[in-house]
């Protein structure tokens, strides 16, 4: 059975239909953009159908689950359309920037019976995976501090751009560099390291005019009592990418965007992740993941509830930010 796609948003989405279109799994049925040229070149390209009216996706029998890649304040509202639409739905990182509204959702989703997925890349990385199975395993010993360095550059171009003009600039519409640059890597910090329970956080605005910060740190108390670091900044020239680096009492893993740059252990030449095998079920991308969800059953990677975590913790950063305390999550 093939799962029924339809795309709402064609930034990120526009990717992703792609991905639709081409999988075995899925049908791209339909895209949905605001932007009527927009949407009709790409489904002339993939070979869809196309709309500038979401009820009118929403409200077509031949879609069985809708992908939300609109701004990001929107995410939440747009999924719960689409789960009273009876579909199964997912979104774009992250899944909003409003705990209260991904509650809302979770909540809502739960109750209709549906699956909800959130789409973060780097988590169909089989390295990422080996490298979680590796700290579980206790490979480098118990984990000390797991650090995030995410040092990019955005020009001012960047936030005064898109469509309409301007709403990168703003924390309603899409967050900051926690928020928006920095959550694939915040998910990902937080997925290897495990629970965090304190945020002590601050950020600012250094290089831009915008309504939100360009620049965060934080320090993450973890459930096991280790410690995380969070820094990210989009004021960083040159761009500098994105490493997460792990130190065990024992050894280190490092991480350069979602490739394993530095593996080492006490007393071990040229340790190796090979023995941590990655099941042959972990899907390619989001698509497939939805796919396997709603015909097979399976999980999906990032559910709500694991989806809401990142924002949990931007949320802190910001609100710790603002009060000087640390925040309890």
């Avoid at 199964?88 to 809302?104: I, N, W």
């Avoid at 590796?134 to 898109?162: E, T």
């Amino acid at each position: 059975m093939a799962v029924r796609i339809g795309i709402l948003g064609l930034g990120v989405g526009s990717s992703r239909a792609k991905m639709a279109a081409e999988s075995e799994n899925a049908e791209l049925v339909c895209i949905c953009d605001l932007q009527e040229d927009k949407a009709k070149a790409r489904a002339e390209e993939l070979g869809c159908e196309w709309t500038t009216d979401l009820d009118a996706m929403l409200g077509r029998d031949d879609i069985d689950a809708v992908g939300v890649f609109t701004s990001s304040g929107t995410h939440a509202r747009f999924a719960m359309q689409a789960i009273d639409a009876g579909k199964h739905t997912f979104t774009t990182k992250p899944m909003d920037v409003s705990l209260d509204q991904c509650d809302a959702l979770i909540a809502k989703a739960k109750d209709a019976g549906v699956v909800l997925g959130v789409d973060f890349g780097q988590r169909y990385s089989a390295s990422a995976h080996q490298v979680r199975m590796a700290l579980r395993s206790g490979a480098i010993g118990r984990i000390v501090l797991g650090d995030l360095r995410m040092k990019w550059y955005r020009p001012q171009s960047y936030y005064d751009g898109g469509w309409p003009p301007g709403w990168r600039s703003r924390l309603d519409t899409e967050g900051g560099s926690a928020a928006n640059q920095g959550v694939h890597s915040i998910d990902l910090l937080q997925w290897l390291l495990g629970p965090v329970v304190t945020v002590q956080g601050r950020s600012g605005t250094f290089n831009h005019d915008i309504d939100t910060e360009d620049c965060s740190v934080a320090i993450l108390t973890l459930a096991d009592g280790g410690f995380g670091v969070i820094q990210t900044t989009t004021c960083s020239y040159p761009n500098l990418g994105t490493t997460i680096e792990v130190s065990g009492n024992t050894g280190t893993l490092t991480l350069d965007g979602t490739k394993v740059a530095r593996y080492e252990r006490e007393g071990e030449e040229n340790p190796s992740l090979d023995d941590f095998e990655v099941s042959p079920d972990l899907p390619a991308n989001i698509i497939e993941d939805m796919a396997g969800a709603i015909v097979h059953g399976r999980p999906v990677q990032v559910d709500g509830e694991e989806g809401r975590k990142s924002v949990a913790i931007f949320s802190a950063i910001y609100e710790s930010s603002k009060t000087g305390e640390v925040i309890t999550l």
